[in-house]
Every structure is written in structure tokens, then in C-alpha cells.
């Protein structure tokens, strides 16, 4: 499989920035609002926004259980920021009422860097992503506070962990998709055609 | 957990264009709405709200008021940050940097330099480029919208006319800004400098509208929309987002009508949802015709 097809879920957040960012690592890419628009895809982004926001519309428009479904069945996905959160199988300090996707054996904390003037750019090693450290941008960003024995840490900013990989799945507290450099998405795409 | 990981060097910077330019492209897709006590800040996340704009009064009660505008109490400020984890957003006077310095100082995630309160410079705005916070400013046309972003600012809303209930302004200055876009795209590189100087704008900006086909920065729309079809006639106009002020908590039933808008703003190119949206939603805030506005009412022209 050459061009797999990966979805971005489109329900808010930046999503034309990881279409972009798929489309250069040579994805097909296309945004995903429906249960049935879910089902045409080999794999999944979950993108930056707000999570308190995406949970609701997700819950909302009957999206949950069948995102849910998908990753409890092998799909691939990669969350960013609120992506992240939406994959942790645990959250530490939840809105009432806030669900999350999972998938991925860690506890995150929301906005652990702090609030907007505390978002920063700074640069990060990721494992499995040759060439140099990524742009790692960081607004109002989570952390992850701890993973289970499944989980694999591939980034560390500042003593916290910042990105983490599952079998296939991937998130990252950062944001790829507002740099112009594809390389954790090319590593997505990979991982989304190995599942194929 | 695992602890093999490489690390990274550990020099942040803050306060970047694209830290500020990103905290925007976050917001996209959804509704940032006004309000005036953590209660109503709370609503307003339950709703679905992406983002909350801390204020004392909502432009509806500014304009039945009158007198000076001001940024809001600290304490009030603070009040609403404590009570959501989604991001506030405060409004400063136009050219009142001080104002702008407080917020920052309160630790707000976004200024709103805003035609709502009264303008305390006639001739500047403010240097947003001074600040850590980021700044959303108002537009009529892409001329202004390209102003404020050579000032800093790192994101636009088209202005319309807040306080009103009408989307009347809120399209037209939408139409404008997309219009004025669609035209430069039509120019080649020797008009791209005349175009700037009609627009009154840096050229480089208008070059780069003239590539990129849209704006550098975020474009949300403001300014009178009050129901779920407002919210996504303005997005199917070409807006990211909106920013819903008055409509909300001036409505029969505000946390209904919020959740309403928030879906008819995901889902605004689907009638059904929409209508689904717009069902049993109670009374609309009244509103007030623009044509009978005087113009010394009209806070669109605030701002240059």
C-alpha cells in the first residue's frame, strides 16, 4: 500500500495543518466529522484544539464509541496535544464529564506547561525520527505524568515526558503540524501502511 | 515507566509568532464565547466553547449604559480563570497599553484590542509585538485586518457590530475581507505595489495574502451573531470560528443556545444539523436594527 488513506478528525482544532502535513508525507489525507467517514480510513489524526471541546462534539454526534471501536481494533492513530489527551487512557485532572478515546496506557495532565504566555518553542529529540531534533512547538501543552509497562516514551522535555508511542499509536504534547517539517507525520504514515 | 529516552536542550522561547499564531489555529472550527461571572464561564465550557472572553458587561448592556468602556476588574478576571480550564480571553481599550499589561500581567491567554470598549488613542493602536500574550484584533476590510497583524496581531475577527443581535455588519465585513483577498489574487507582482498602498498596508503583507490566497493569521467573525444559522452562515462566508457576544446569555436559555451554536459551527455545512441545532432554542436576544444605529453608536468605525 503505497497511499494510505488517513483520516483527521475534523469535529475543531487545527485540522488543515495535518491534512498539509499528511499530504506532504504522501497520505491520502481527508477530514473525518461521521461514523461513516470513519470507517473509509486506514488511520487517524486526532488533532490540536481544545479537548474539553472535541470530547463533547465527539460524544454529541455519536463519534465516541465508534473511535473507540476503531482503536480497540488495531487502527493506527496519532493524537497532538488535544489529540494526546483524547488518547490517554486517563486523564489526571478531567472537566466533569470529559471523555477520552485511549488507547494508550499513560495518565496525561492538561495544560501542565501552564497557560499561553507560558507556551514555548524548543527543540526535541524523538526516537524513531531520524535527522535531528523535531521543532517542538508547545501551546498550553500537556504532559504525560506516567505510562503503563505498554507504553514507550520517544521524547522528554524538561524532565516530563512528551511524546509516546503504543503499538499503533502516537502522541505528541507538541505540534508537527505548524512547522513545515513531516518527519513524525512520515513516521505515522509508515506506521499506518505496516498496519495494512 | 520507560526511561531510556533521549531528552532535549532545554532552551524555550516564549512569546514566538508561531506560539501566538498557533494558540489561534487551535481556536479554529469553534466558538469563543462573552461572559460575565464564572457561572456563565462554566456554561459556556460545558457548552462546547473553545475559548471564554472575560468582560463585565456584554456589548448589549455597554450600549444600553453608555459612558466609558473599560477593561474589566481584576478580580473578575481572575474569577473566570480559575473556574475553566479552556482558554480566557480579556478586552483592552484600542491603543490602551496599560490595559494590555495588566491582562498579561493577570495572566489572560489572549488581549482582545477591541472597538467594544471605549478607544483611548484616536491615532495608535497598540505595539502587540511588546507583549508575551498574543492579540486578536477587529477588521471592516483587509486593509485593517493587515494594519493590526503588521502591529502583532495574531489573529483577526471581522468586526461587525457587537451588541446588536444583527449579523448585517458581521457579513458585510466578512464579504469585504474575503473580497478584498480574491482581488489581489487576481493582480500580478508590479500591481501587488499599488495594491498596498490603496490598501494602506506593508506591502510584504499584501504579497503574502496575494500567495497564500487567505490571511497569515487566524480569521474568526464577531459581531451580532445570535443564533445557530448566524454561526454557520458566517463560517460557510469563509470565517474559521465566532465569536459569540451578547447572543448567548442575553437568550431565554444560554447553555441550550451555546451548545446549539457550538454544533451548527462544526457541522456548518450540513442544513439538517443545523436545523436539528435550531430547534426549541427560546427566545433570541431582541436585537436592534443597524440601519437606525447613529453612527457616534457605531463601534465598527472605532479603530482605523
Known sequence: MSNPVIGVLALQGDVREHLAALAGAGADARAVRRPEELAEVDGLVIPGGESTTISKLASAFGLLEPLRARVGEGMPAYGSCAGMIMLADKILDPRSGQETIGGIDMIVRRNAFGRQNESFEAAVEVTGVDGGPVEGVFIRAPWVESTGAGAEVIAVHDGHPVAVRQGRLLATAFHPELTGDHRVHEMFAQMVRAAA | ?304
Request: aromatic share 4%; glycine share 10%.
Open chain 2, 1 to 304: 515507566m520507560s526511561t531510556t529516552s533521549p531528552s532535549t536542550s532545554p532552551t524555550p522561547e516564549t512569546g514566538t509568532a508561531r506560539v501566538k499564531r498557533g494558540m489561534a489555529e487551535q481556536l479554529k472550527g469553534g466558538v469563543i464565547m462573552d461572559v460575565v461571572t464564572p457561572e456563565q464561564a462554566k456554561i459556556a465550557e460545558d457548552a462546547g466553547a473553545v475559548a471564554v472572553m472575560a468582560l463585565e458587561r456584554v456589548p448589549a448592556d455597554i450600549r444600553k449604559d453608555g459612558g466609558v468602556a473599560r477593561m474589566s476588574d481584576p478580580d473578575m478576571i481572575e474569577g473566570i480563570i480559575d473556574a475553566v480550564s479552556i482558554p480566557v480571553m480579556a478586552k483592552s481599550r484600542i491603543g490602551h497599553f496599560v490595559e494590555a499589561q495588566v491582562l498579561q500581567a493577570l495572566g489572560v491567554d489572549y488581549i482582545d484590542e477591541s472597538e467594544v470598549l471605549t478607544p483611548a488613542d484616536e491615532v495608535n493602536h497598540s505595539d502587540k509585538f511588546a507583549f508575551t500574550t498574543p492579540f486578536v484584533c477587529g477588521a471592516t476590510n483587509l486593509g485593517e485586518a493587515l494594519r493590526r497583524i503588521a502591529e502583532g496581531a495574531a489573529m483577526i475577527r471581522s468586526k461587525g457590530e457587537a451588541g446588536t443581535g444583527n449579523v448585517v455588519e458581521a457579513v458585510r465585513h466578512m464579504r469585504q475581507i474575503k473580497g478584498d483577498i480574491a482581488r489581489l489574487k487576481g493582480l500580478d507582482n508590479h500591481e501587488l505595489y499599488a495594491a498596498a498602498k490603496e490598501l494602506r498596508a506593508p506591502y510584504e503583507l499584501v504579497a503574502e495574502v496575494a500567495e497564500l490566497g487567505k490571511l497569515p493569521v487566524v480569521l474568526f467573525s464577531a459581531g451580532g451573531v445570535a443564533t445557530p444559522a448566524d454561526a454557520a452562515l458566517m463560517r460557510q462566508l469563509g470565517a474559521e470560528g465566532v465569536f459569540v457576544g451578547s447572543g448567548i446569555f442575553k437568550s431565554g436559555d444560554p447553555a441550550k443556545r451555546a451548545a446549539a451554536i457550538v454544533k451548527a459551527t462544526t457541522f456548518f455545512d450540513d442544513p439538517k444539523i443545523i436545523a436539528d441545532a435550531s430547534r426549541n432554542l427560546g427566545e433570541a436576544m431582541v436585537g436592534i436594527n443597524c440601519d437606525t444605529l447613529p453612527d457616534e453608536e457605531r463601534y465598527a468605525s472605532r479603530g482605523w
